[in-house]
Antibody, heavy 123, light 108 residues
Framework: QRHLQESGPGLVKPSETLSLTCTVSGGSISGSLYFWAWVRQPPGKSLEWIGSVYENGSVSYYPSLKNRVTLSVDTSMNQFSLNLRSVTAADTAVYYC???????????????WGQGTLVAVSS | EIVLTQSPGTLSLSPGARATLSCRASHSVKSSYLAWYQQKLGQAPRLLIYGASSRAIGIPDRFSGSGSGTDFTLTISRLEPQDFAVYYCQQYGTSPLTFGGGTKVEIK
């Protein structure tokens, strides 16, 4: 059973870049055939898909975030990462990394989630 | 983008009662590509249902999903104390992936 764990700063200043990493254990990203995702949840609100990345670097992003987001994968470290540029207070949220359940496609559900990490945007 | 509207916002029920949660889509969800998640306070979402009606591994059979097109339902046949939580639907048939606003099931 794969285990996912987010890591990164809990506080980011406005206009700066939010950077998070998800470390996968219990299985390799390389050769897994899955997409790996980031989902966020502002305090007291619902979930929002940010984007997903495949082991070869292929990505799919939520349209309204596309201009500010970069997802990448490091198969040697068994990690994938999120960079969100030019953050504002509206980007304050719990950020989850997650694993897509089905092979090769973004068009499926999430069957494994990290515990989540709260990132606050404040000066 | 497919917008998912969940109702009611809050459901107040007693343990042992039946819970019926609704998820309505703004456009038809392709191939019933709809999932349900349970989220407890301070925890990550937990997959319950995928493909509108298939239970995930380890999910008790008191949880069931149904529906197609634009109308989907999650039913909890007899509420256990551990079932009081927030429930979200998610569609994955059309990009971007989207979630509903959630239904909170609270103890009456």
């Amino acid at each position: 059973q794969r285990h996912l764990q987010e890591s990164g700063p809990g506080l980011v200043k406005p206009s700066e870049t939010l950077s998070l990493t998800c470390t996968v254990s219990g299985g390799s990203i390389s050769g897994s055939l899955y997409f790996w995702a980031w989902v966020r949840q502002p305090p007291g609100k619902s979930l929002e898909w940010i984007g997903s990345v495949y082991e070869n670097g292929s990505v799919s992003y939520y349209p309204s975030l596309k201009n500010r987001v970069t997802l990448s994968v490091d198969t040697s470290m068994n990690q994938f990462s999120l960079n969100l540029r030019s953050v504002t207070a509206a980007d304050t949220a719990v950020y989850y990394c997650a694993k897509h359940a089905d092979f090769w496609s973004v068009d499926n559900w999430f069957d494994r989630w990290g515990q989540g990490t709260l990132v606050a945007v404040s000066s | 983008e497919i917008v998912l509207t969940q109702s009611p916002g809050t459901l107040s029920l007693s343990p042992g009662a039946r819970a019926t949660l609704s998820c309505r889509a703004s456009h038809s969800v392709k191939s019933s590509y709809l999932a349900w998640y349970q989220q407890k306070l301070g925890q990550a979402p937990r997959l319950l249902i995928y493909g509108a009606s298939s239970r995930a591994i380890g999910i008790p059979d008191r949880f069931s999903g149904s529906g197609s097109g634009t109308d989907f339902t999650l039913t909890i046949s007899r509420l256990e104390p551990q079932d009081f939580a927030v429930y979200y639907c998610q569609q994955y048939g059309t990009s971007p992936l989207t979630f509903g606003g959630g239904t909170k099931v609270e103890i009456k």
